[in-house]
């Protein structure tokens, strides 16, 4: 029994990425171009949208070629932007879950096989020699791919809980300023654009120094080897 189950897991393993990269295939104009705000529209009602959207950030999570800036302006251009922000928000917050656990569950030599070669990869090796809380915040800070990094942070078997911690505060702030903003960040930014973006990202970077600061006060009390980050 237990020789079937773990035969069909890796079954499992090599069916999902090739099933994955099937759809992606056939689908990739579509994917690549899909028109947010179109389906928004075509939804009977507020509730169906917001469903919709948050439907949409789960299936992002898997196929991988669906624009982010694409989805997060779309969002912001279709409802208030209260509304808007949660959305999307909530939606960052299905991905990275969705796409850790797929990682996971696919392991470290599959993630590997789909990850090396793509562009970024080479900024995961770098930054793997920094403390595990850290590494999380600064790729998700530093806008590399959303589901690449957490295909790979499931495969590498990060704690979820930090993981998922650190990889909101990292985004969102990029997120938010994107979903207000619109197209508009894409031209010349006015000074309180700026500001805004600015003030997104202090929260999170505080957040990081009291962490890093009462860690190390903690080490020092009892005297044990001051860590930067826990495993």
């Not at 196929?63 to 928000?89: E, K, W």
């Not at 650190?166 to 300023?177: C, E, F, T």
Request: glycine content about 8%; charged content about 15%.
């Amino acid at each position: 029994m237990k020789n079937k189950k773990q035969t069909l897991l890796t079954a499992l393993k090599i069916v999902i990425p090739l099933a994955i990269f099937v759809v992606v295939l056939l689908n990739y104009e579509k994917l690549a171009h899909l028109d947010v705000r179109k389906l928004i529209e075509a939804a009977p009602s507020i509730w169906a949208a917001g469903a919709m959207v948050l439907g949409l950030y789960a299936v992002k999570a898997v196929v991988f070629v669906i624009p982010a800036s694409l989805v997060y302006i779309s969002v912001g251009m279709a409802f208030s932007t209260p509304v808007a922000v949660a959305l999307n928000c909530a939606g960052i917050a299905i991905e990275v879950t969705i796409s850790y656990f797929l990682g996971k569950f696919l392991g470290g030599e599959k993630v590997d096989a789909m990850l090396r070669g793509k562009k970024g990869y080479a900024t995961l090796e770098k930054l793997k020699s920094k403390g595990r809380f850290t590494f999380v915040f600064l790729l998700r800070f530093a806008s590399f791919p959303i589901d690449f990094g957490s295909l790979f942070f499931g495969a590498s078997d990060f704690a979820f809980p930090s993981y998922f911690l650190m990889s909101l505060l990292g985004i969102w702030p990029r997120v938010i300023v994107m979903t207000i903003l619109g197209y508009g960040i894409y031209e010349l930014i006015p000074m309180k654009y700026i500001l805004l973006a600015v003030l997104c990202a202090l929260p999170v970077a505080a957040v990081v120094l009291v962490v890093n600061a009462v860690k190390k006060k903690k080490a020092a009390q009892s005297g044990g080897e001051v860590r930067s980050d826990p495993e």
